[in-house]
């Protein structure tokens, strides 16, 4: 079925697929099994009853609109994004745009408290909102990386959440907001001008990514080129994002979820959304797994870690295929 959501670009389908929704709370052998299946159809799955409580969700929802309704000058003062702080439109060092604003963060509670105290006149408040939800986010993440580690039978389960409970590692926090565009709305909510990209197509270069938004949607997931799958919005729930480092250590099995932002004009309200990247330390080397190797299934990937990943990340554009650069030779290739 074609919807009739606005597309930004001529030439691709808008099509609503029905995306796997899973029951956290349903028996461990059934949960971990779907989770699996969804990591490989589409790297993307939403998770319900979950366990997370609202509270830890609404009082960072709060302190996220009251940041974002400050005039420029004062979120300016969060400083810039190189890499966390403060985005207004750039997103990364190459030249990427988008009708977005955010704030950026690495997750220790230290320098989140540090930098809570540019963005609000509440700083314990504020950082206390946003420490309790990423504290939430990375036992939520470790979770459904234990069920990964039993879906897909390898004799150590935690070796995904591991990397994730280190306390080296190198996960991020992002608010998006999506200021909704009342003067460039006509009243047609079809016109196909109505829409813009809020964050341009891309992967998310993690192990997992943990996305929560408000009530306005616009989020996008792409399992096949020029075709998009609008994710509904769910205030009380999480969609969960496969990223680049799942897909090199299931070599293959699991695909890093290709996705993208709408900032919709015709929305009445802004979009904001919540995201926790769970991510390795630095020095952690991402390889595939030995169980996911096979003479007929060699390594597509060459080893790395995580900061070489880093480092080639933010020398390349938004919608680059990482991955690419980390392909390893095929038996043709070092024949020639
Ligand atoms: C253009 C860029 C922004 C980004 C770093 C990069 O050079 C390429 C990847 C981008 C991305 C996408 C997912 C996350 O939102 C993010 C924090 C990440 O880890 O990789 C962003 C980076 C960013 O905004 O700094
Ligand atoms: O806001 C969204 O729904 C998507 C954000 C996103 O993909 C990101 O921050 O990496
Ligand atoms: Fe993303």
Redesign the pocket.
């Known amino acids: 079925m074609v919807a009739a959501s606005p597309n930004p670009i001529h030439n691709e389908k808008i099509e609503a697929i029905e995306l796997p929704i899973i029951d956290l709370s349903a028996e461990r052998s059934q949960v971990r099994n779907l989770i699996v299946k969804a990591c490989e159809d589409y790297g993307f799955f939403k998770v319900i009853n979950h366990g997370v409580p609202q509270d830890i969700v609404a009082k960072l929802e709060e302190q996220s609109l009251s940041f974002f309704a400050k005039t420029m000058a004062e979120k300016q003062r969060a400083g810039p994004?190189i890499?966390f702080g403060y985005?207004c439109k750039t997103?990364?060092?190459?030249g990427?745009m988008g009708e977005v604003e955010?704030l950026?963060f690495d997750t220790n509670p230290i320098s989140i408290a540090q930098r809570s105290k540019t963005i609000s006149n509440e700083p314990t408040k504020f950082s206390s909102a946003v420490s309790g939800y990423i504290e939430a986010m990375k036992d939520l993440a470790c979770e459904i990386l234990d069920l990964i580690g039993e879906g897909l039978w390898v004799p150590d389960t935690s070796v995904f959440s591991r990397m994730i409970r280190d306390v080296e590692n190198d996960s991020?926090f992002?608010l998006n907001h999506y200021p909704h565009h009342l003067k460039d709305c006509t009243n047609n909510i079809n016109s196909s001008c109505s829409s813009k990209v809020g964050?341009g197509e891309?992967?998310?270069?993690?192990i997992l990514?943990l996305l929560r938004s408000n009530d306005v949607g616009g989020l996008q997931i792409s399992p096949q080129d020029g075709l998009w799958v609008p994710a509904p919005s769910d205030p009380t729930a999480f969609w969960v994002n496969v990223g680049d480092l799942l897909q090199v250590m299931t070599n293959g099995r699991f695909v890093s979820v290709r996705h993208r932002a709408l900032n919709n004009s015709s929305n009445s309200k802004s979009r904001m959304s919540m995201?926790y990247?769970a991510?390795p330390p630095l020095n952690a080397c991402i390889n595939a797994l030995p169980e996911m190797v096979t003479p007929e299934k060699p390594p597509l990937y060459k080893p790395f870690t995580w900061g070489e990943y880093?480092n080639t990340?933010?020398?390349?554009?938004?919608g680059?295929i990482?991955l690419n650069h980390f392909r390893a030779s095929t038996n043709d290739e070092l024949a020639s």
């Open positions: 994004a890499p985005g997103i990364g060092f190459t990427d955010y950026l991020f992002r964050f891309h992967n998310d270069p993690q990514t995201a990247f991510t880093k990340l933010y020398s390349l554009r938004l680059d990482r």
